[in-house]
């Protein structure tokens, strides 16, 4: 099992849709979660970040977080075609206890397209 | 304000040349630093990460190095290129253990 996996898309969805991304992660005790947004030959932007359990909004963007089914997800509400990009779900996987110095595994990325 | 700066914005280099990559942050003390690795198609690779002056972990054992000479200064090496070192290659910084990253802009290496 990958520490982080992501829905493999592509995802295509119209202009004014719900974008839905959909994260896993393997280690329990993770307590730092992220979403990147990476355009096509650009370095990713961190977009989101959730540390408890439940929902975080900012702007168009929610992210959802369920620490026992060890699941994230991030929402992206009235898509634009400005938002078609790559998106990553890194995490602060802690592999046993203790420090990892910050260190984030990132999931294989989902790419997003929004069509007008 | 943070800013990361990485160089080259691009390279070319034959199989077998040296390489030097270069990373530095500014308006921020001892940070954390990392080096990733974006293959074609794929996702980030944790290479090497930094969290003091000549503190240097590798996660992937290979012909790449890193040092840190300087707070605020990343350097990624190798003494001989393959072809299979072609890619997307990242540096970051934070602060802390729990927060995210900050990328530089990356260098996109290709290795003829």
């Known amino acids: 099992q990958k520490e982080v996996e992501q829905n493999s898309g592509p995802l295509s969805v119209p202009e004014g849709a719900i974008a839905s991304l959909n994260c896993t992660y393997s280690?329990?005790?993770?307590?730092?979660f992220f979403w990147y947004r990476q355009y096509s030959g650009k370095s990713p932007e961190l977009i989101m970040s959730?540390?408890?359990?439940g929902d975080k909004e900012d702007g168009r963007f929610t992210a959802q977080l369920n620490k026992a089914s060890q699941y994230v997800s991030l929402l992206i509400r009235d898509s634009q075609p400005s938002d078609s990009a790559t998106y990553l779900c890194?995490?602060?996987?802690?592999?046993?206890?203790?420090?990892?110095?910050?260190?984030?595994?990132f999931g294989q990325g989902t790419i997003l397209t929004v069509h007008p | 304000s943070q800013t990361i700066h990485q160089w080259p914005a691009t390279l070319v280099q034959p199989v077998g040349s040296p390489l030097s990559l270069e990373c530095t942050v500014e308006?921020?003390?001892?940070?954390?630093l990392y080096w990733y690795r974006q293959a074609a198609g794929r996702g980030l690779q944790l290479l090497f990460y930094?969290?003091?002056?000549?503190?240097i972990s590798s996660e992937v054992p290979q012909n790449l190095s890193a040092s840190r000479p300087q707070d605020r200064q990343f350097i990624l090496s190798s003494k001989k290129l393959l072809l299979s070192d072609s890619g997307f290659y990242l540096c970051?910084?934070?602060?802390?253990?729990?927060?995210?990253?900050?990328f530089g802009s990356g260098t996109r290496l290709t290795v003829v």
């Open positions: 970051a910084w934070s602060v802390g253990g729990l927060v995210g990253y900050t």
């Open positions: 280690d329990r005790v993770s307590q730092s």
């Open positions: 959730i540390y408890s359990n």
């Open positions: 890194a995490v602060n996987i802690l592999k046993g206890g203790g420090t990892s110095y910050g260190k984030l595994t």
């Open positions: 308006g921020t003390s001892n940070p954390n």
């Open positions: 930094s969290v003091g002056i000549g503190q």
